[in-house]
Structure formats: C-alpha cells, structure tokens
C-alpha cells in the first residue's frame, strides 16, 4: 500500500504545494492514504504522522516530497528511516519530481 506524507510547520501555513507535487507523483493514491501535520518538526511526536506510522505494513510505501518534512533533526530522521527499514517500509522522497506549469 502507497501513503503519503506531508507536514508544515504553523497552523497558517498551507499545505498545497506538497500535496500537488504528491497528486502529481502518485494521481491514483486516495485521498485517505494521505496524512498531513500542521506542526513543528522538532520531533515525530504528530498526531496524524504517529497514526500513519501505527498502520504501515511491511512492504508499505510512505512518500513524501523532501525528507525535512518528516521532521527536522537529522539524527531522528535518520533513526525514523533506520525503523522504516527494520519494518519493510520504503521511504520515497520525490524532490526530483518537476511539475509542470
């Protein structure tokens, strides 16, 4: 199963472009395979990032456009894509994708 990811940072902030790029990298992925935050990266203590991370199987696909938006800390993404691998989950980061205008 395909999920995708996105988050910002603040409340006010719009989530659009990622999920253009997502629709545009992923068209057939349903609107409930994707999970969106409207908070901090300091840490992946988000509750719809946590809900995601609580369904994924081994064999699932997580997209996300860049890798900060999984969070901010180096050292814990690094760690959160060590326990997608340890689970059979594949992380895609999608940033090459060029949308057209």
Do not use: C
Request: net charge neutral.
């Amino acid at each position: 199963m395909k999920y995708g990811y996105g988050r910002v940072s603040a409340k006010d902030q719009s989530l659009a472009r990622q999920l253009a790029a997502l629709k545009a990298y992923a068209p057939d992925l349903d609107d409930d395979h994707i999970f969106t935050d409207k908070q901090s990266g300091k840490n992946f203590n988000r509750e719809h990032y946590l809900k995601l991370k609580s369904i994924l199987v081994p064999g699932d696909e997580i997209l996300v456009e860049e890798l900060d938006r999984f969070g901010r800390n180096k050292a814990e993404i690094k760690a959160e894509l060590e326990w997608f691998k340890e689970h059979g989950i594949i992380a895609v980061s999608y940033t090459h994708l060029t949308l057209p205008t």
